[in-house]
């Protein structure tokens, strides 16, 4: 099983849409969880922390399940620039801090 | 946000020849990583350190190596390039788990 698996999509959505990505991760000790954000030929950024207690950063909406090992991110009013490819992320336990990241997965929103 | 400088930011080398990158950073980050993005493959670590002169293999260390001897500073090698080494490589900086990574603008490397 892959450490971090997504869904590659694409995801080809209208402006204003309300889209949803998930994630699923195999090693039960990691225990920092993120989405990062790359555009087309450019450096991942982090998007969003995901706690687990949920948590919202305007549009964006991250929740974690720890039982079922699984990370999601909610999209709602999706915007054109909010198109680019994005990277469900996990911490390996006990290698300093590394982390590992999923293959991405694409969105385009059009007008 | 400049914290974080990679060079060169492209080059073309010859297959058997000797690479090094080069990452700079000016936040005083403990740790430092290097990883490679390849289409299909996703981000894949190849090394990281955790101090300097303390550095430890990543899961695609085959054929690189590293050094870091300043705090600001982490090299990437390739001892002798082939193709298979073709790639995006990104540097990244942390300071703690919390916060993930910064990463830098990459390195596109083409090995003919």
């Known amino acids: 099983r892959k450490e971090v698996e997504q869904d590659p999509g694409p995801f080809n959505v209208p402006e204003g849409a309300t889209v949803a990505f998930n994630c699923t991760y195999s090693?039960?000790?990691?225990?920092?969880f993120f989405w990062y954000r790359q555009d087309c030929r450019k450096e991942p950024k982090l998007l969003m922390s995901v706690y687990s207690s949920g948590n919202e950063d305007g549009r964006f909406t991250a929740q974690l399940n720890r039982a079922s090992q699984y990370i999601s991110l909610l999209i709602r009013d999706s915007k054109l620039s909010d198109s680019a490819t994005y990277l469900c992320?996990?911490?390996?336990?006990?290698?300093?801090?590394?982390?590992?990241f999923g293959k991405g997965t694409s969105l385009l929103v059009t007008p | 946000d400049a914290g974080i400088t990679q060079s060169p930011r492209h080059k073309v080398t010859e297959t058997g020849t000797p690479v090094t990158l080069r990452c700079h950073q000016t936040e005083n980050h403990r740790y430092m990583y290097w990883y490679r993005q390849d289409p299909g493959h996703g981000l894949r670590l190849i090394h990281y350190?955790?101090?300097?002169?303390?550095?430890d293999k990543g899961e695609v260390s085959d054929g690189y190596s590293v050094s870091r001897s300043k705090t600001e500073d982490f090299l990437l090698t390739l001892e002798s390039a082939t193709s298979s080494q073709t790639s995006v490589y990104f540097c990244a900086i942390s300071g703690t788990l919390n916060y993930g990574y910064t990463f830098g603008s990459g390195t596109r490397l083409t090995v003919v």
């Open positions: 992320v996990v911490n390996k336990p006990n290698s300093g801090y590394a982390l590992n």
């Open positions: 350190s955790y101090g300097v002169k303390d550095t």
């Open positions: 090693n039960s000790a990691s225990q920092s």
